[in-house]
């Protein structure tokens, strides 16, 4: 089976440019989440989706990031304008709804740098 | 909300010797603890997880316990192999906020040939 999907792997941009990370979650799973990891600060959850209605986005830094999911099958988290302290892995996971407790499954992350 | 406290940090073991990593948590409402391997430029991976109404459960090398009353769970890894170095994180997941999950700081582990 296909695991959880990023693109791209890798991004290196110039602060002020928008930067666009995607996912595509395992089919059939209808949660997802995107967090973002750093040395400083772990694992932050930014904001997650249930049948891609967004249900929590508290952790959302600031006003310069947006989440969608239009479909099942495609999430993009969006930084516009990039700065130099966004940069971190950004993580896709998803999880399936069938049955309680059931783990999250991660994508490879997105290793971004802001110049 | 829920606090999630991972120890240690750093663990060195020689090969074949056992790893003990510890994780307390402060919401009584968790009920779902998974825990996770991170190899160097990957996400992280699940390798066990237990629920609240069991106390212990294992995988081969690999074994969790539970403590609801104390509040701990611990990740304990038998018969080390070079392949088990990562780093691992536990996490907490309450019934009452549906998905989340909360982890912990992360322990990087080594094991020495």
């Known amino acids: 089976d296909a695991g959880v999907i990023q693109s791209p792997r890798h991004e290196v941009t110039e602060m002020g440019q928008e930067v666009t990370l995607r996912c595509k979650p395992i089919s059939g799973h209808n949660s997802l989440f995107w967090y973002r990891q750093t040395m400083m600060r772990g694992l932050e959850l930014l904001i997650y989706f249930n049948n891609n209605v967004p249900i929590d986005d508290s952790g959302m830094p600031e006003d310069r990031f947006s989440a969608k999911m239009p479909n099942a099958s495609f999430s993009t988290l969006k930084i516009q304008p990039s700065e130099p302290r966004d940069s971190a892995v950004y993580f896709c996971?998803?999880?399936?709804?069938?049955?309680?407790?059931?783990?999250?499954?991660f994508g490879d992350g997105t290793r971004l740098s802001i110049l | 909300g829920e606090n999630v406290e991972q120890h240690p940090s750093t663990l060195s073991v020689q090969e074949g010797d056992s790893a003990v990593i510890k994780c307390t948590y402060s919401d009584s409402a968790s009920n779902y603890f998974p825990w996770y391997k991170q190899e160097l430029g990957k996400g992280p991976q699940l390798i066990i997880d237990i629920r609240s109404n069991v106390g212990e459960k294992k995988d081969q090398r690999i074994a969790v316990t539970l403590n609801k009353t104390a509040k701990h769970f611990s990740l304990h890894i038998t018969e080390t192999q070079p392949e088990d170095s990562a780093v691992y994180f536990c996490?907490?997941?309450?019934?009452?906020?549906?998905?989340?999950?909360?982890f912990g700081t992360g322990t990087s582990l080594t094991v020495i040939p």
């Open positions: 996971a998803s999880r399936t709804g069938q049955g309680k407790n059931q783990p999250q499954h």
């Open positions: 996490a907490a997941s309450p019934s009452n906020t549906g998905n989340q999950f909360y």
